[in-house]
């Protein structure tokens, strides 16, 4: 007999990440939700409250760093977690091992989500002394492998971390993003549109805001694009270099706005550095610019590599190399039908393949081979 799925409680653990985060509440919970699910995130916040339907039950906000966080927070949220008498948890912290395996040992059905690979980031935080980050590194990985061993189920967001973990208990739920975006085809011509290259993000080094603009002096003096998003340093010497000429810089964008802005541009552009961060992640970014099927321009990397050659839905070029950078956006900007092309079949890809709703599937078959 087949367990009607409202009956069973599903509760989503986290003392880190904010409570609207993408994957884990309008992905995940969500989607966990309208498949019939009893849903729900422990996370900090003061008080109970709701995010796009989906209930988040506060433990109050952490105030008092990392480690307050990872002591006193995790030990409410645990208490707050058996309060609730869910049938399955699923925790989202590497810090939340220790909670996940107490609730594993107390007989509960737990799901270990691992967003990156911790160990090797452990590696490239500047904030740990180089002298202990390996040893550190070495118990991080002693952790999960742990962590492994005893719960239930093992989410990751890439392949690539997938293996570190046992294959029969290891699933991989990419993030990547819902149809709706891409479901509209955008017919207004590339030539007519208002920005030739388009960057919405973070402002900052490594996520290559010099190259960028060093790129754009090597572009003729009349094509200018869009940047939106926030400087995490003066942004004076930025705005001094030439190819800041050619940038409309917006500051920061409401969602609809990002659309709109995706919608009137030729180009994308992503040349994030090859940090830990960035290699083994993949870019929301890059996903929704082949939604909006705009063609782009991205760093290199392995992962990424491999699904811009999969769909031939753009250019990936080494992050510092800015004449490559400026002459991969000059090539779609020279050819408006090789853009509208490529821009199509990055759509079509996001439709047919790279989508939340495929993934999630996964993650579907996933739950109720638990229950």
Same mark, same amino acid.
């Given at each position: 007999?087949?367990?009607?799925?409202?009956?069973?409680?599903?509760?989503?653990?986290?003392?880190?990440?904010?409570?609207?985060?993408?994957?884990?509440?309008?992905?995940?919970?969500?989607?966990?939700?309208?498949?019939?699910? $009893?849903?729900?995130?422990?996370?900090?916040?003061?008080? $109970?409250?709701?995010?796009?339907?989906?209930?988040?039950?506060?433990?109050?906000?952490?105030?008092?760093?990392?480690?307050?966080?990872?002591?006193?927070?995790? =030990?409410?949220?645990?208490?707050?977690?058996?309060?609730?008498?869910?049938?399955?948890?699923?925790?989202?912290?590497?810090?939340?091992?220790?909670?996940?395996?107490?609730?594993? =040992?107390?007989?509960?059905?737990?799901? *270990?989500?691992?967003?990156?690979?911790?160990?090797?980031?452990?590696?490239?935080?500047?904030?740990?002394?180089? =002298?202990?980050?390996?040893?550190?590194?070495?118990?991080?990985?002693?952790?999960?492998?742990?962590?492994?061993?005893?719960?239930?189920?093992?989410?990751?967001?890439?392949?690539?971390?997938?293996?570190?973990?046992?294959?029969?208990?290891?699933?991989?739920?990419?993030?990547?993003?819902?149809?709706?975006?891409?479901?509209?085809?955008?017919?207004?011509?590339?030539?007519?549109?208002?920005?030739?290259?388009?960057?919405?993000?973070?402002?900052?080094?490594?996520?290559?805001?010099?190259?960028?603009?060093?790129?754009?002096?090597?572009?003729?003096?009349?094509? %200018?694009?869009?940047?939106?998003?926030?400087?995490?340093?003066?942004?004076?010497?930025?705005?001094?270099?030439?190819?800041?000429?050619?940038?409309?810089?917006?500051?920061?964008?409401?969602?609809?706005?990002?659309?709109?802005?995706?919608?009137?541009?030729?180009?994308?552009?992503?040349?994030?550095?090859?940090?830990?961060? *960035?290699?083994?992640?993949?870019?929301?970014?890059?996903?929704?610019?082949?939604?909006?099927?705009?063609?782009?321009?991205?760093?290199?990397?392995?992962?990424?590599?491999?699904?811009?050659?999969?769909?031939?839905?753009?250019? %990936?070029?080494?992050?510092?190399?800015?004449? !490559?950078?400026?002459?991969?956006?000059?090539? *779609?900007?020279?050819?408006?039908?090789?853009? !509208?092309?490529?821009?199509?079949?990055?759509?079509?890809? +996001?439709?047919?393949?790279?989508?939340?709703? +495929?993934?999630?599937?996964?993650?579907?078959?996933?739950?109720?081979?638990?229950?």
């Amino acid at each position: 007999m087949t367990r009607d799925l409202s009956s069973v409680k599903v509760r989503h653990l986290s003392t880190v990440h904010n409570i609207g985060d993408t994957r884990i509440v309008h992905k995940e919970l969500k989607s966990l939700q309208d498949a019939g699910f $009893d849903v729900a995130l422990i996370a900090c916040h003061d008080g $109970d409250t709701s995010v796009a339907g989906v209930p988040v039950l506060g433990i109050g906000e952490a105030t008092g760093g990392r480690g307050y966080r990872m002591s006193v927070k995790a =030990l409410q949220l645990f208490r707050r977690a058996l309060r609730e008498r869910a049938d399955i948890y699923h925790f989202h912290d590497p810090e939340l091992m220790p909670v996940g395996i107490a609730l594993r =040992l107390l007989g509960k059905k737990v799901i *270990y989500d691992v967003h990156e690979d911790v160990p090797k980031q452990i590696l490239h935080k500047f904030w740990i002394s180089p =002298l202990i980050r390996r040893p550190i590194a070495f118990l991080a990985r002693t952790a999960e492998a742990l962590t492994a061993s005893l719960v239930n189920g093992v989410v990751t967001a890439t392949p690539s971390i997938a293996e570190k973990f046992p294959r029969h208990k290891t699933i991989v739920c990419q993030n990547f993003p819902e149809k709706g975006l891409a479901l509209e085809r955008n017919t207004k011509p590339f030539s007519e549109r208002r920005s030739a290259f388009i960057y919405i993000g973070g402002l900052t080094a490594h996520q290559g805001i010099t190259e960028m603009v060093t790129a754009f002096a090597e572009l003729p003096d009349e094509v %200018t694009g869009l940047f939106a998003g926030v400087f995490d340093e003066d942004p004076a010497p930025i705005e001094a270099m030439p190819g800041w000429a050619h940038v409309n810089y917006v500051g920061r964008l409401t969602r609809p706005e990002v659309v709109d802005a995706l919608r009137d541009s030729q180009v994308g552009i992503v040349i994030d550095h090859p940090i830990t961060n *960035y290699v083994d992640a993949y870019s929301t970014k890059m996903f929704e610019y082949m939604a909006c099927g705009i063609p782009f321009v991205a760093s290199d990397f392995p992962l990424w590599v491999g699904i811009v050659d999969d769909a031939s839905c753009g250019t %990936t070029v080494d992050p510092y190399d800015t004449k !490559a950078v400026a002459s991969a956006i000059s090539a *779609y900007l020279d050819d408006p039908e090789l853009a !509208a092309a490529t821009g199509e079949r990055g759509r079509q890809a +996001i439709l047919n393949k790279f989508n939340w709703s +495929i993934e999630f599937e996964k993650l579907l078959q996933h739950y109720k081979g638990l229950i």
